[in-house]
C-alpha cells in the first residue's frame, strides 16, 4: 500500500487529475452496467407486457360488447323461431352454403353442406349449440376437394 501511496505522490498533478478523472468515468460506467441497465431493460419487458395486456382487455370488451349485443337478439330468435328459419338465418351469418334442407317434424332438419370452409363449420357448429341451443344428434364430415374445405351431413334437433 505504501508503494502506491508513494506512486501518488511522485505523478504530476496533471496525472493524478487524469486519474481521478478517468476512476470516476470507470465508477459510473460500472454502475450503469450493473445497476441501471437491467432495471431499464425489466422496466422495457414491463411497458411491453403492459401494452400487451391492455390489447387483450380491448379486444375482450369488444368481443364482450359483440355477445351481449347478439346474445339477446339471438336468444329471442331461437325461442321464437322454427327449427328451419334458425338454421338457415345462422348458415348465412357464418357464411355457410346450404346444399339441402329437409326437416322432419317440427323440431327436426338434415341439412347437408358441401365444400365449406372447415373454420366455418366449426364456428357454426358452436353457435348452433351454445347460442341457439340446438343439439347435434349426427354429423358425417368428409374431406372436400380442396385443404381446409369439407362436406358435412347434420341432423340437428331442438327441444
Not at 437491467?38 to 411497458?47: K, S
Not at 387483450?56 to 328459419?85: C, P
Request: glycine share 6%.
Amino acid at each position: 500500500m505504501n508503494e502506491i501511496k508513494e506512486w501518488w505522490n511522485q505523478a504530476s498533478s496533471r496525472d493524478q487529475m487524469a486519474l481521478v478523472i478517468c476512476g470516476g468515468l470507470l465508477g459510473f460506467y460500472v454502475l450503469y452496467i450493473v445497476l441501471l441497465k437491467p432495471v431499464t431493460g425489466m422496466r422495457d419487458t414491463q411497458l411491453q407486457k403492459n401494452i400487451a395486456q391492455q390489447q387483450a382487455l380491448e379486444r375482450v370488451r369488444d368481443y364482450a360488447a359483440i355477445y351481449t349485443s347478439q346474445g339477446s337478439s339471438k336468444e329471442s330468435s331461437a325461442s321464437n323461431g322454427s327449427i328451419v328459419e334458425i338454421v338457415d338465418s345462422s348458415l348465412r351469418q357464418n357464411n355457410l352454403k346450404l346444399s339441402g334442407m329437409q326437416p322432419s317434424g317440427a323440431n327436426d332438419v338434415r341439412i347437408r353442406l358441401e365444400q365449406i370452409p372447415f373454420d366455418n363449420l366449426l364456428a357454426w357448429l358452436y353457435e348452433i349449440e351454445v347460442r341457439q341451443r340446438i343439439q347435434v344428434k349426427d354429423i358425417s364430415v368428409a374431406t372436400g376437394s380442396a385443404t381446409g374445405l369439407v362436406s358435412a351431413n347434420l341432423r340437428l334437433h331442438r327441444d
